[in-house]
């Protein structure tokens, strides 16, 4: 395999924005310097947020120039930034010609959580998602999905990370995990590994590797008690149906008091039922989990409804008398189009999705 190092020097510049920690230092040893001159570039980089190599102060000159000859640092164009009145922030991030993406900043009282992109679109397609609607170009880069960190750490305190923007983080694997190695070093991001979560439809053979490498919290697209319903709403249910991912629930974390979340979106007289209800009790037992009931958020072309209120109380007290942990998300950003499943980007459809479900639409309403 080539050297990172050897690469830049016969390739394109490299872009540093995209190296994580470990494979940081591995570059500065392939350019003959020490490892921890690595350590500080991510340090200058991701807390000190300087990306000029002239103002690494603690580089030699002779480094500092050879660095600009092979390297640069490059951040995704912001095309378009809107604030909700309840003061979430949705950005429209520029990557390559033709492909943006969007990232969400919501904060709450004791905390502020940024919803991260790890692909342009989505190759799944979830019946109840915007994301999945608009179809699938490519994965994000490393570099892709940090930047929406360090882009966001400009004018707010990111104190969570969940990777529920748009995309299923377990089919760009390797770019996320390096991803996430930069969100928890303390070199870095320093974020705790309770709060970062990456959100997965539930790729079973991707979640074991994950729990092998990375420590950062869970949560999965449940969305349905049984086979048969997640096999309509959630379609990678067909390839990992609900027995094996709930084996690989029950087994995920190694520490006993952690518990995976389970999504469940509300869509009205279609999984939110009583007896779905009693049914996720008794699929979630003995599965180290807890609740969370997601209110169906609209979009264009969506062909479903949410919940009324009084559906979802009734739900979360079946849950509840269960004993299963239950809470209901409170929808944040939904007028500026930034809530849960309503992240669209703007990128071309590779996989012609985007026009068959324009197509369908279209005769549905005619
Ligand atoms: N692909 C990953 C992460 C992105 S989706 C996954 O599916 O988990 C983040 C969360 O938003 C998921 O739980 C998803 O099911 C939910 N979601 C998608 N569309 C939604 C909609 N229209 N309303 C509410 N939640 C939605
Ligand atoms: Fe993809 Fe997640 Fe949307 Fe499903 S819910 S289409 S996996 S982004």
Known sequence: MNSIATKTLTAAKTNLLGLDPANMREYFVELGEPAYRGTQMVKWLHQQRIIDFQQMTN???????????????????????????????????????????ETVYIP????????????????????????GAQGFNRDLSVAEIIAQVWIAKQEFKVTNVVLMGMGEPLLNF??????????????????????????????????????????????????????????????INKKYPLKELM????????????????????????????????????????????????PFNPYQF????????????????????????????????????AACGQLAGDFQDRTKRRQRNMATWSEEQA
């Open 59 to 101: 580089f030699s000159q002779s480094l500092r120039a050879r660095l600009a000859d092979i390297a640069t640092v490059w951040i995704p164009k912001v095309i378009s930034r809107q604030l909700s009145q309840d003061g979430t922030c949705k950005w429209l991030l520029q990557l390559n010609a033709g492909n943006c993406i």
């Open 108 to 131: 709450e009282k004791d905390r502020g959580t940024l919803c991260v992109s790890s692909q342009v679109g989505c190759a799944l397609n979830c019946s109840f998602c915007a994301t």
């Open 174 to 235: 390797a770019n996320v995990v390096d991803a996430l190695n930069l969100m928890l070093d303390d070199n870095a991001y320093g974020l705790s590994k309770y709060r970062v979560t990456l959100s997965t439809s539930g790729i079973v053979p991707a979640m074991k590797q994950l729990a092998k490498v990375s420590e950062v919290a869970l949560a999965v697209s449940l969305h349905a008690p049984n086979d048969e319903l997640r096999n309509e709403l959630v379609p």
């Open 247 to 294: 084996n690989v629930c029950r087994d995920y974390f190694v520490d006993s008091k952690r518990k995976i979340t389970m999504e469940y979106v509300m869509l009205a007289g279609v999984n939110d039922t009583q007896q779905h209800a009693q049914q996720l009790v008794r699929l979630l037992q003995g599965v180290p989990a807890k609740v969370n009931l997601i």
């Open 302 to 337: 969506a062909r479903y409804q949410c919940s009324t209120p009084e559906a979802i109380a009734a739900f979360q007290s079946i849950l509840a008398a269960g004993g299963l942990t239950t809470i209901v998300r409170r929808p944040r950003g939904d007028d500026i189009a």
